[in-house]
């Protein structure tokens, strides 16, 4: 099997929809010398975070353990704080969507512009339910993790350096963290070349292990047990200079994190700061929001600037403001302090989009992406948006990209990349899509890495949205970004591709 990278649950799995669609939603900002944040009102339905959280901080263990295989771990049912709709699903709602591109031949895509993999080799194998694979890339490693729970690292020939090895086993007995509830994250960390391995545990706990050298074959590790509060379901981390930041679920709620990075690289005590928001109350029988925390591609941004959490909301999903729309949220950080200031600062309203409700054959919200030769279907997460939630700076612009799949008509199963701005105000984001006509097709979303490398070059991309809604296309790319209107500091408008 090649080795791929997952950022959602991959096995909670059901069905929906004859057709694939890709809605693209593009946003840019310009950023203008001088400014900081977005000092435009606050919509009327803006809500605050909850009260900040400063946890003291916590003393790492300092281990080097064995990197010889180990044998898997009994399968496990991972523990979830996800409250699924306790009615069906409604009936799906198909919006139409002018850049739809559903009659374009398949052979566009599939033949002689992608070249097949450099390395293809199996990775680790899991029957835990879910098995939630993640994996991420480094200068010299891959490393893969899954329920319940192991990592393997591997150099980029395919070779195993280390493991598998069970995540818990870090751990010295009767530590929680050696419980292995599940649900991990691996994040390269390209500024310290360093990693970050993850997993909750109940009732209340992050178990984080941070490579001591850039080497994660090397069994060296520092260890931190965080004490949540609440049961942090869903994590999903970002890289940014001053902490690693992270989302999770913690019903009502969604929880807001920012770890001392500068101490958890040193090996030193580290704590964390928290807010919360609500997860909003959708309508009956669909289920509610996530948000997803910044994480750093490239060069570092310019000087004091924050992170950025962005959620999707789907009208469906706020039975109080039955908009679509796109929150993008700043998190500023100061360790020196200990605050931790977590607003809304612009608010995004793309082309009208629903999630996919699901409930294909009846079995509920799981039950949504069809599968080929059986009735078992694969659930969507058509509510959240998909880790990452990618930054990059160009100097002059900012970006941020990141996917999620939706309903569109004429097709059920569709990504979005979206872009949102930084800091400077939007004036309008654009949306688009790309679909196609064979029965039961549904992927993960196109890859959203070279639309933030190709940012305002328009020859990276098959096609461009405006404002109005006309396209252009160019000959090159099967992969599209969308052409926006972005207002600068002075009032004046440009827009990118």
């Given at each position: 099997?090649?080795?791929?990278?997952?950022?959602?649950?991959s096995?909670?799995h059901?069905?929906?929809?004859?057709?694939l669609?890709?809605?693209?939603?593009?946003?840019?900002?310009l950023?203008?010398?001088?400014l900081?944040?977005?000092t435009?009102?606050?919509?009327?339905?803006?809500?605050?975070?909850?009260?900040?959280?400063?946890?003291?901080?916590?003393?790492?263990l300092?281990?080097?353990?064995?990197?010889?295989?180990?044998?898997?771990?009994a399968?496990?049912v991972?523990p979830?704080?996800?409250?699924?709709?306790?009615?069906?699903?409604?009936?799906p709602?198909?919006?139409p969507?002018?850049?739809?591109?559903?009659?374009?031949?398949?052979t566009?895509?599939?033949?002689g512009?992608?070249s097949g993999?450099?390395?293809n080799?199996?990775?680790?194998?899991?029957?835990?339910q879910?098995?939630?694979?993640?994996?991420?890339?480094?200068?010299?490693?891959?490393?893969?993790?899954?329920?319940?729970?192991?990592?393997?690292?591997?150099?980029?020939q395919?070779?195993?350096?280390?493991?598998p090895?069970?995540?818990g086993?870090?751990?010295?007995?009767?530590?929680i963290?050696r419980?292995?509830?599940?649900?991990?994250?691996?994040?390269?960390?390209?500024?310290?070349?360093r990693?970050?391995?993850?997993?909750?545990?109940?009732?209340?706990?992050?178990?984080?292990?941070?490579?001591?050298?850039p080497?994660?074959?090397?069994?060296?590790?520092?260890?931190?047990?965080?004490n949540?509060g609440?049961?942090?379901?869903?994590?999903?981390?970002?890289?940014?200079?001053d902490?690693?930041?992270?989302?999770?679920?913690?019903?009502?709620?969604?929880?807001?994190?920012v770890?001392?990075?500068?101490?958890?690289l040193?090996?030193?005590a580290a704590?964390?700061?928290?807010t919360?928001?609500?997860?909003?109350?959708?309508?009956?029988?669909v289920?509610d929001?996530?948000?997803?925390?910044?994480?750093?591609?490239?060069?570092?941004p310019?000087?004091?600037?924050?992170?950025?959490?962005?959620?999707?909301v789907?009208?469906?999903?706020?039975?109080?403001?039955?908009?679509d729309?796109?929150?993008?949220?700043?998190?500023?950080?100061?360790?020196?302090?200990?605050t931790?200031?977590?607003?809304?600062v612009?608010?995004?309203?793309?082309?009208?989009?629903n999630?996919?409700?699901?409930?294909?054959?009846?079995?509920?919200?799981?039950d949504?992406i069809?599968?080929?030769?059986?009735?078992?279907?694969?659930?969507?997460?058509?509510?959240r948006?998909m880790m990452?939630?990618?930054y990059r700076?160009?100097?002059?612009?900012?970006?941020?990209?990141v996917?999620?799949?939706?309903?569109?008509a004429?097709?059920?199963?569709?990504?979005?990349?979206?872009?949102?701005?930084?800091?400077?105000?939007?004036?309008?984001?654009?949306s688009?899509?790309?679909?196609?006509?064979?029965p039961?097709r549904w992927?993960?979303?196109p890859?959203?890495?070279?639309?933030i490398?190709?940012?305002?070059?328009?020859?990276?991309?098959?096609?461009?949205?405006?404002?109005?809604g006309?396209?252009?296309r160019?000959?090159?790319?099967?992969?599209?970004c969308s052409?926006v209107?972005?207002?600068?500091?002075?009032?004046?408008t440009?827009?990118?591709t």
């Amino acid at each position: 099997m090649a080795i791929t990278r997952h950022g959602r649950r991959s096995s909670r799995h059901r069905t929906v929809g004859t057709r694939l669609t890709v809605l693209s939603v593009a946003v840019a900002s310009l950023l203008a010398a001088g400014l900081v944040g977005f000092t435009g009102p606050r919509p009327a339905y803006a809500q605050g975070a909850g009260p900040i959280v400063v946890a003291p901080p916590v003393a790492p263990l300092a281990v080097t353990v064995s990197t010889s295989p180990e044998p898997p771990p009994a399968p496990t049912v991972v523990p979830e704080g996800e409250p699924l709709p306790a009615v069906a699903p409604p009936a799906p709602v198909l919006l139409p969507d002018p850049g739809a591109q559903v009659a374009e031949p398949l052979t566009l895509e599939a033949i002689g512009l992608m070249s097949g993999p450099i390395v293809n080799f199996a990775g680790l194998a899991s029957g835990s339910q879910p098995p939630d694979v993640t994996g991420a890339v480094g200068r010299n490693h891959f490393v893969e993790m899954l329920n319940s729970t192991q990592f393997q690292v591997w150099n980029k020939q395919g070779t195993s350096l280390a493991g598998p090895t069970t995540f818990g086993n870090l751990w010295p007995g009767g530590s929680i963290c050696r419980s292995n509830a599940g649900d991990p994250i691996v994040v390269y960390d390209h500024l310290a070349d360093r990693w970050l391995l993850s997993q909750f545990a109940n009732p209340n706990q992050m178990c984080v292990a941070i490579s001591q050298t850039p080497n994660p074959a090397a069994g060296t590790w520092f260890l931190y047990t965080f004490n949540t509060g609440t049961f942090p379901d869903y994590p999903k981390f970002g890289v940014w200079p001053d902490g690693y930041y992270m989302s999770s679920y913690e019903s009502p709620n969604l929880g807001i994190y920012v770890f001392d990075r500068a101490n958890m690289l040193l090996g030193n005590a580290a704590g964390f700061m928290k807010t919360t928001i609500s997860v909003l109350t959708p309508n009956a029988g669909v289920r509610d929001t996530r948000i997803l925390p910044g994480n750093l591609v490239g060069s570092p941004p310019p000087d004091s600037t924050p992170n950025y959490f962005v959620r999707s909301v789907d009208d469906q999903q706020d039975t109080s403001n039955a908009t679509d729309r796109i929150e993008v949220y700043e998190a500023r950080t100061d360790w020196v302090n200990a605050t931790f200031n977590f607003v809304l600062v612009n608010t995004l309203t793309p082309a009208a989009f629903n999630i996919m409700v699901c409930n294909r054959n009846g079995a509920g919200t799981r039950d949504c992406i069809p599968q080929p030769n059986t009735t078992a279907t694969v659930d969507a997460l058509s509510n959240r948006p998909m880790m990452q939630l990618n930054y990059r700076t160009f100097g002059a612009s900012q970006s941020l990209v990141v996917n999620q799949t939706i309903n569109v008509a004429g097709a059920l199963g569709n990504a979005i990349p979206f872009a949102p701005a930084k800091r400077s105000p939007v004036a309008a984001g654009a949306s688009g899509s790309r679909g196609r006509t064979l029965p039961s097709r549904w992927r993960r979303p196109p890859r959203t890495s070279c639309c933030i490398a190709g940012w305002g070059a328009p020859r990276r991309t098959r096609s461009a949205t405006s404002p109005s809604g006309t396209t252009s296309r160019t000959a090159t790319t099967p992969i599209r970004c969308s052409r926006v209107s972005v207002t600068r500091a002075d009032g004046s408008t440009t827009c990118r591709t």
